[in-house]
């Protein structure tokens, strides 16, 4: 519900000293009031008309449109003397001197604009607060996924016009619109995608030819090219084992009319619904080969009334739960290509529902009917319901295959391809701005003689005002209420989707629970570890997961208020996607993969928060680092030196095995991380690391304790931390991120790597029975070989291209007995009698390490931390200032110090989420000080507690005691 503030927003309205309130708090029927000068321009009235402004639109890369375009300025200005502000766009179909030239102020600040037009949704942390906005907004009906927008608009007491409703008085007909467009586009990209997906089927066909509608300069082209197809068709036919291909048309209005305007341009013959059973049974006739069938739908056609009867426009409308679609058995099954253009509300029954999909894709006489979908409505969720998401003109395309409860991208695979594009006419930015801005201007001359409140058709169109719905829509507090935005979420409990239950879940779920007003839903693909954790709790519930499943995902992300990604790494991205899509927070541990990156405008335009690299290493270690650059910076100083070591290691007393090292988290991701390159700076000179040499050329001692020890090995590439944490590279002499282990653990897994037991190669694939048998594939025993300690020493010295260190071969030969690949004497066999099956040299063998390397019960691991700056002062002096963390594992309870350091930071920026503490959006990491500033502080109350230590001198510096091989 609207806040207490809101509602003395809303009060404040009806102060009689209406002249010091702003202008967007005036009532309709009040005259505006003389303002403040703008600094640009002198006002010698009493007077001024409302400033317009033109926003930049945002919402993607491909958003060229404008509302108005320079010619429509030019008169604007020439016939109200309005001033217009332009924000600059270098993307825009029209450039910004075009719009100098029309007398327009290019402007990136729109603040002195009174009144701004725009496209699509506005970011909320772009929207301006007091203003009227003319937009899409997407918010009448409802929308879920931008409730959290509406509630800005209220919060921001911004007058919201939605062009969606700006319609004729007297026929109720929208007049704003870019329908047609979007219509023209979404025809030219449906052809285009059904004839890639015939030729992925194996059939060439006329549509190859036709390219995406931002392809084509402007509609002549398109007609061209259309021609050129029709001719093809009219020439060569079509291919014979999809004849007839009918194409069904839903919708009356403008989206429709304008798919037909480009469809109509191809040889084709229209029919009726009830000819579709004759057409299908003849065939094979050959006039069905050289020309289309047109099906043009109505409700009519497709509803049934429940009962029986016949259909009635007036009690549907009405009554709408006295009808049921029959679409999926009556015209889906002699469809091939549906262009979806209407009109729904959830009120009405659906066109297709995903189970009647099912059907359909069941029966095998169906296979070449209902290929694609054109769904230019773009209703998620609506009246197609398997329609789970916007699809982008870069990706324009997925597929349902909804026998498997799949959605995929292959266009291979089974499924029906949906084109759902949700900005289609910024493929034809040009035409679709003129007639866009044609259609607007004589409201935005309205709005320039400010004559807003005696214009019907903009009053009327007015979704909010003043903090408070309109009389029309005060429905939608319902709405507001149900979409679980966290700032109107306050009387109701906070909710948090763990996608994952791995190692870390743990820690991360006792956080969580120990809040009363949060419940926690953890979905799994292991439902009874998902369980094992949630039956802890009363406030935890567990749930089957399935990331292939976007509709299964979309339900569960819907339900949620933060969604926290524990998935394998290559799976956060469509976690991220679904959340984007839903309006919700995501957090995740891992590193910000390109894939990830490539969400942050979406992530920004949804105005969601995908905080990424929130565990450990990454994580805590961005947070403690940057409270010290952060800090320096503030005095004054320079940072010369970064030097940060992490690593989870056993605890001394434990580390009794060759490697010095025991697996609380994956092995394959240890293993992994071994074959990487890495880069550095250190002592003025960048360093670099080939692939799968990193072992090689560790550090040999990393002094970092006495007590301790350490090797260090290069982690990835460290010089783009200086970037990430705002430091100037050219400026420092070391720049270095490492990750730390007992001495000996590189020199033994060097000697793995060289044998190829870190082979990603599937050719390297593993089948055997026993683990011997994989060392034996290998190394390349020969079965027929005795194998003795003195055989083995030979080959294994051959192999590794005669080691010289006799000491190193025998620890080698230990921790391969350790890992059970070798018998300890000759007459026994390994112990772990177990297939051993992957699909990768490495996978096997981390497979044995997860067996034979774990933490016995009483066994506990370590992680430490280090970061190292060296600081110049201002004063000229070189400062040395440490920040450290050591955390034990617990025995007692089994938890990890890995589980522990991880899980926490995360459910502790789930927490700050939740609370509403992080307003930067887009896909971040806690190297900012909202987040890293109560992150640090609140570890500290888990006893999380960072060691600082400063010195002075150069001489003091880690950079100059390493010892790098």
């Known amino acids: ?53 033109i926003r930049r639109e945002d919402k993607n890369r491909w958003e060229r449109r ?43 600040d729109l603040s002195k604009a009174d009144i701004i037009l725009g496209i699509k949704e506005v970011p909320i942390d772009k929207m301006i607060p007091n203003k009227t906005y003319l937009v899409f907004s997407h918010t009448h009906k409802g929308q879920p996924y931008n409730m959290p927008s509406l509630q800005a608009f209220l919060d921001k007491s911004i007058r919201l016009i939605d062009y969606e409703l700006m319609t004729d008085p007297a026929t109720g007909k929208r007049l704003v619109l870019f329908g047609k467009h979007a219509g023209y586009a979404g025809m030219i990209d449906g052809l285009h995608g059904l004839g890639q997906r015939l030729l992925a089927l194996g059939y060439n066909s006329p549509f190859i030819h036709m390219g995406q509608a931002h392809v084509y300069p402007n509609l002549e082209c398109v007609n061209t090219k259309l021609r050129h197809v029709a001719d093809i068709i009219s020439d060569q036919g079509l291919p014979d084992a999809f004849a007839p291909m009918v194409f069904t048309f839903t919708g009356a209005g403008n989206v429709t009319q304008g798919a037909r305007a480009i469809f109509d341009n191809l040889p084709h013959k229209n029919v009726t619904a009830d000819e579709l059973p004759f057409i299908a049974r ?26 029986g009867g016949s259909y009635d426009r007036a009690e549907y409308r009405e009554f709408p739960d006295r009808y049921r679609s029959v679409f999926a058995q009556k015209i889906a099954p002699y469809t091939t290509m549906l262009i979806n253009g209407i009109y729904w509300e959830s009120k009405y029954p659906r066109l297709m529902t995903t189970r009647d999909l099912a059907d359909i894709q069941r029966q095998r006489n169906l296979k070449h009917r209902m290929l694609a979908i054109a769904d230019i409505s773009c209703d998620i969720g609506g009246s197609l319901e398997f329609m789970s998401h916007a699809s982008t003109i870069d990706a324009p395309f997925f597929y349902v295959d909804a026998v498997n409860g799949v959605e995929h991208k292959d266009i291979e695979k089974p499924g029906v391809q949906i084109n759902s594009i949700d900005n289609l006419p910024t493929e034809l ?18 709005l320039a003689s400010d004559k807003l409140a005696a214009d019907p058709v903009l009053s009327k169109a007015i979704i909010c005002e003043n903090g408070a719905l309109s009389k029309l829509h005060r429905h939608l507090e319902k709405d507001l209420l149900s979409v679980g935005e966290i700032r109107v979420a306050d009387k109701r409990r906070k909710r948090v989707l763990l996608a994952g239950s791995g190692m870390v879940s743990q820690p991360l779920v006792d956080y969580l629970a120990s809040s009363k007003d949060t419940d926690i839903k953890i979905a799994s693909n292991d439902l009874d570890e998902a369980r094992r954790i949630a039956y802890q709790f009363p406030n935890t519930e567990a749930a089957l997961l399935d990331v292939s499943d976007t509709l299964g995902l979309d339900k569960l992300v819907r339900d949620s208020d933060v969604v926290v990604s524990l998935v394998p790494a290559p799976l956060h991205p469509q976690i991220a996607h679904s959340a984007i899509r839903n309006g919700k927070h995501v957090v995740t541990a891992s590193y910000i993969s390109p894939e990830m990156q490539k969400l ?19 994580g805590i270690d961005h947070c403690s680092a940057m409270k010290l650059i952060d800090a320096a910076k503030a005095r004054g100083s320079k940072i010369r030196s970064f030097i940060s070591w992490c690593g989870g290691l056993t605890a001394p007393e434990d580390s009794n095995n060759q490697l010095g090292y025991k697996f609380s988290w994956s092995p394959r991701g240890v293993m992994t991380a071994g074959l990487n390159s890495a880069q550095f700076k250190i002592n003025g000179q960048v360093r670099h690391i080939l692939e799968k040499t990193l072992f090689e050329n560790k550090f040999a001692n990393v002094p970092l304790y006495p007590g301790f020890a350490f090797e260090g090995l290069a982690n990835r590439d460290s010089l783009q931390y ?20 007992y001495q000996g ?58 080691i010289a260190d006799p000491a190193l071969l025998e620890r080698f030969i230990l921790a391969c007995e350790e890992i059970d690949i070798l018998p300890a004497e000759p007459s026994q066999l390994p112990s772990t009698n177990q297939r051993l099956k992957a699909p990768t040299a490495l996978d096997a063998f981390s497979q044995l390490l997860q067996r034979s390397l774990k933490f016995e019960k009483e066994e506990r691991d370590m992680v430490c931390m280090y970061h190292e700056f060296g600081i110049e002062t201002p004063e000229g002096k070189y400062d040395v200032e440490s920040s450290s963390l050591v955390v034990y594992g617990n025995n007692e309870t089994g938890e990890t110090a890995m589980a522990r350091t991880v899980g926490v930071p995360a459910a502790i920026a789930t927490r700050l989420l939740l609370e509403g503490k992080i307003q930067t959006k887009g896909v971040i990491r806690p190297t900012i000080p909202e987040i890293y500033n109560p992150l640090i502080e609140r570890l500290e109350q888990t006893g999380l507690i960072f060691s600082e230590q400063a010195k002075q001198g150069i001489h003091n510096s880690l950079q100059h005691k390493m010892a790098w091989n």
């Open 745 to 802: 653990y590189s020199d033994i897994l060097n000697c793995f790597l060289k044998l190829g037991f870190l082979d990603l190669d599937p050719k390297s694939a593993v089948d055997v029975q026993l683990p011997r048998k994989f060392l034996a594939t290998v190394v390349g025993f020969d079965d027929g070989i005795p194998l003795n300690v003195d055989t083995i020493r030979k080959i294994l010295r051959q192999r590794l291209g005669g």
């Open 722 to 741: 200086a970037d990430i944490y705002g430091l100037k590279l050219d400026e420092m002499d070391t720049m270095f991120r490492g990750t730390l282990r």
């Open 429 to 446: 930015p040009f035409e679709a701005s003129k007639h866009f801005g044609n259609s607007l201007y004589p409201f935005a001359k309205s």
């Open 1 to 53: 519900m609207i806040s207490a503030a809101l509602r003395a927003s809303s009060l404040a309205f009806h102060s009689p000293r209406l002249g010091s309130l702003p202008l967007h708090h005036r009532p309709l029927s009040s005259p505006f009031i003389a303002r403040a000068a703008l600094a640009t321009q002198a006002q010698s009235t009493a007077t001024a008309s409302p400033v317009i402004g």
């Open 282 to 307: 003849d065939r094979y006739n050959e006039r069905y080969r050289t020309r289309l069938l047109a099906l043009q739908i109505g409700a009519q056609d497709y509803l049934e009334r429940i009962g």
């Open 600 to 618: 942050n405008d979406q992530a920004r335009a949804a105005s969601v928060t995908v905080l990424n690299e929130i565990g450990l290493d990454p």
């Open 66 to 108: 404008v509302a108005l375009t320079p010619a429509h300025i030019r008169k604007l200005i020439k016939e109200t003397g309005a001033r217009v502000l332009v924000q600059p766009s270098n993307t825009r179909i029209f450039n910004n001197a075009s719009f100098e030239k029309a007398g327009a102020v290019i402007e990136e």
